[in-house]
């Protein structure tokens, strides 16, 4: 099993709807996950950070972390053509360890 | 917020030529760095850490003797690619986090270097 699995996708919606985009993970030590937004040809940058479970809201983006079903999961609200990029979830454990661990990612299309 | 600068944004040049890349934390100080590579529609993937002042540790099948990194500094680290080949071609990425505070800050990517080796 995979640490970090994530649906590869594409996983298309239309302007305007919700986006919600999915990634479980097998490390029951992992303590801070990440969300990152890498367009084609681009490095990735942040979106969003969650260390406790529940939801965190920054703007249009929702990030749901459930430490008992290991699951963290990031909503796009009001989705736009601009927001069609491939989303990657990761996470670090507990303990001091830097190293962080990505999956694969989402690719997102949001068609106008 | 955090920013890490990469250099050069783009390189193409002949086979059998070294190529260095830079990686610099403008805003803060990152004791280890990380080194990824990505191709064309795949996911990252880690070749290594890098820790200042000590030895890089690299991830399994990445050939140390090829990817020279060396992180003499608090805010730089660099990764030479030695004697590139065609199939060395890709996107290669570093990161960083700040040293103090938590552990589990975010990484902060730097924008890429393109590698093309003809």
Known sequence: QKEVEQNSGPLS???GAIASLNCTY???????FFWYR?????????IMFIYSNGDKEDGRFTAQLNKASQYVSLLIRDSQPSDSATYLCALKRAGGSYIPTFGRGTSLIVHP | GAVVSQHPSWVI???????KIECRSLDFQATTMFWYRQFPKQSLMLMATSNEGSKATYEQGVEKDKF????ASLTLSTLTVTSAHPEDSSFYICSANPSTGASNQPQHFGDGTRLSIL
């Open chain 1, 13 to 15: 919606v239309p302007e």
């Open chain 2, 13 to 19: 040049c002949k086979s059998g030529t070294s190529v």
């Open chain 2, 68 to 71: 020279l990194i060396n992180h």
């Open chain 1, 26 to 32: 097998s490390d029951r030590g992992s303590q801070s």
């Open chain 1, 38 to 46: 890498q367009y084609s040809g681009k490095s990735p940058e942040l």
